[in-house]
């Protein structure tokens, strides 16, 4: 795997979360990002890095595309925590 194989591959990955993340499937997004853990490690066993900016430059979007993905991914649970919160409320009423 080259470097161009290798970033085409973490970029798809990357949509795919975001994909999962918008679709709301979390399960997908687990799955997903441990892909892409697997074929990061993969590829820094197997790859001597050198010093090419245009590579670092290329990984860092990526990473700032996954670190925006993720804010959202937080930002969505936070959101069904609090409406799950409010419906337990709502049904401890009726406990009662």
Not at 3 to 19: P, T
Not at 35 to 54: C, G, M, N, V
Not at 71 to 96: M, V
Request: glycine fraction near 2%; proline fraction near 1%; aromatic fraction near 8%.
């Amino acid at each position: 795997m080259d470097k161009v194989s290798f970033l085409n591959q973490f970029r798809h990955m990357n949509g795919l979360i975001q994909k999962a993340i918008l679709g709301k499937d979390f399960v997908k997004v687990a799955a997903i990002e441990d892909a892409k853990q697997d074929l990061l490690h993969t590829f820094t066993s197997r790859y001597e890095i050198d010093d090419d900016p245009k590579f670092f430059e290329a990984v860092e979007a990526c990473a700032e595309d996954h670190a925006n993905a993720l804010l959202q991914l937080t930002n969505d649970l936070q959101a069904i925590k609090r409406r799950s919160t409010k419906a337990l409320k709502l049904l401890s009423k009726y406990k009662n």
